[in-house]
Nanobody, 129 residues
Framework: QAQLVESGGALVQPGESLRLSCVAS????????IAWFRQAPGKEREGVIC????????KAKDSLKGRFTASRNSGARTASLLISNLRPEDTGVYYC??????????????????????WGQGTPVTVAS
């Protein structure tokens, strides 16, 4: 059974960094497109960054470029999201999602939740001093 399990969410102070993890099981991990989404309190879920492993290509939402880095460890079947210089507006629940299709390319204009078939349960991140 395909499953994604996130971890790493925490209460952190502004300016700190945080790494979230997403362990995948039941997939051909190396062929997955992995994306990270977040949902702030009272707001819609938004795509943050996607990672097209086969092409070694990642794409972040334009407004979030520079602070969010996606990576993966194939041996551990784990995708990671590193968030640097955290801000209070980064507070929310972070989700990883996966698709067996090529959803993250140079031509991808929007990281859309409609493109992803499998979802984790989410991990909460709170940024406060």
């Amino acid at each position: 059974q395909a499953q994604l399990v996130e971890s790493g969410g925490a209460l952190v102070q502004p300016g700190e960094s945080l790494r979230l993890s997403c362990v995948a099981s039941g997939f051909s991990f190396d062929y997955l497109t992995i994306a990270w989404f977040r949902q702030a309190p009272g707001k819609e879920r938004e795509g943050v960054i996607c990672d097209m492993s086969r092409g070694r290509y990642t794409k972040a939402k334009d407004s979030l470029k520079g602070r969010f880095t996606a990576s993966r460890n194939s041996g551990a079947r784990t995708a990671s999201l590193l968030i640097s210089n955290l801000r209070p507006e980064d507070t929310g629940v972070y989700y990883c999602a996966a698709s067996p299709a090529q959803r993250c390319t140079y031509y991808t204009q929007e990281i859309s939740e409609n493109d992803y078939d499998y979802w984790g349960q989410g991990t909460p991140v709170t940024v406060a001093s």
